[in-house]
């Protein structure tokens, strides 16, 4: 509820002002030599990987029509080297302003310097980088680590039901997203520093699904051959959680009962599996990031200083949660 007021004000506040460009007649931060009033952003997007990717481009897009922003838009395929081609590509356009969702952390520095030195502001939108913080103007997008705590600090308190074959031990397998992507380290980061609290946690395995389905069913197939006392599953998305129920059905057992399900997302399909007990916990990630990003974008063009960092406003969801918020979610 309270993030929706939020995007709604968000909506509204940028209805009540026209985005105008920054080109190079305004003198303001901006490589581009348009002069029309239109703001042309070069977005490089991650990829098509889940259902919280596909809310945020559609949020992203939706809103730049709706505030006639020109909106270039690539999709990097889940590719570094696709996305850094993109962000050149948008630097010899010479548009007025560059976001994009770093696929992984690191990498980045050459062409953030590029877009510096062409004077053309990047935003950083969902996913952080690890560079020097001068070479973009802000970062909109979640605290991961935050998100990751939530997930620990419920299994802690849940740690006796959770310990599904009642051995002492809750035995956690962790579906980590995609190696070196901000979300899969923060997650994991936050939610080991939360199972300290109590010595019967363990993580007994961990590995990448990529932030898919498939790639959850698949982890989840080997975890499933080499262990049998798997407790819990810790997975860093809704999608590798709902390949991972297909995993654990498919071996004869009940997810969100023979085994816990504790995700992070809650976009509708994770929502549905939650509501229906086949999971026990999903930790909110918003994807709406569209009206904060345009906002940003024109404030940025303006001239106006904006925080080096804007978080998204984020609940967390039990199965009855779930049932309530089901019938309003948008995504
Ligand atoms: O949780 C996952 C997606 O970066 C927050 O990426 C995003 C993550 C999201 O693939 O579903």
Redesign the pocket.
């Known amino acids: 509820m309270v993030k929706k007021t939020l995007v709604a004000a968000a909506a509204i506040s940028l209805s009540t002002f026209a985005l105008s460009s920054c080109g190079s007649s305004s003198g303001a931060d901006s490589g581009s030599d348009s002069n029309d009033g239109t703001i042309t952003m070069g977005f490089a997007q ?1 990829g098509a ?2 259902g ?2 596909t809310a945020n481009t559609k949020s992203i897009q939706d809103t730049a029509k709706a505030e006639g922003v020109d909106l270039k838009f690539t999709d990097a395929q889940g590719k570094q080297e696709n996305q850094i081609q993109a962000i050149r590509s948008y630097i010899q356009q010479k548009v007025d302003v560059i976001a994009f ?1 770093p696929v992984v952390e690191t990498g980045f520095d050459a062409v953030l310097q590029e877009a510096k030195a062409a004077n053309i502001p990047v935003i950083l939108t ?2 952080a980088v690890d560079a020097d913080p001068s070479l973009y103007k802000t970062f909109l997008g ?1 605290d ?1 680590v935050v998100e990751g705590e939530k997930a620990g600090d419920w299994l802690v308190e849940n740690a006796k039901d959770a310990d599904v074959d009642g051995d002492g031990t809750v035995n956690v397998v962790q579906l980590e ?1 995609t190696t070196g ?1 901000a ?1 899969a380290i923060d997650r994991a980061e936050g939610f080991a520093e939360k199972i300290k609290a109590d010595d019967s946690i363990e993580i007994t395995a961990s590995q990448t699904g990529d ?1 898919t389905r498939d790639g959850g069913k698949q982890v989840m197939e080997s975890f499933l051959q080499s262990d049998d006392s798997i407790d819990v599953v810790f997975a ?4 590798m959680g709902l390949g991972a129920i297909e995993a654990i059905e498919a071996a004869g057992l009940e997810p969100g009962k023979d085994i816990k399900i504790i995700t ?2 809650a976009v509708k399909d994770g929502m549905q599996a939650l509501a229906d007990g086949k999971i026990n916990y999903i930790v909110e ?1 918003n994807p709406l990031l569209g009206p904060q990003l345009m906002d940003l974008a024109k404030k940025v063009l303006d001239g106006e200083e904006v925080p080096a960092r804007v978080l998204t406003d984020e609940t967390a969801f039990t199965q009855e949660d779930a049932k309530a918020a089901l019938p309003d979610r948008q995504y």
């Not at 860093?236 to 999608?239: E, G, K, P």
Request: charged share 35%.
């Open positions: 991650v990987e889940s919280w990717r969702s969902d996913r979640s991961f997203g992507a979300p932030f860093h998305n809704d999608d992070i997302d990630c």
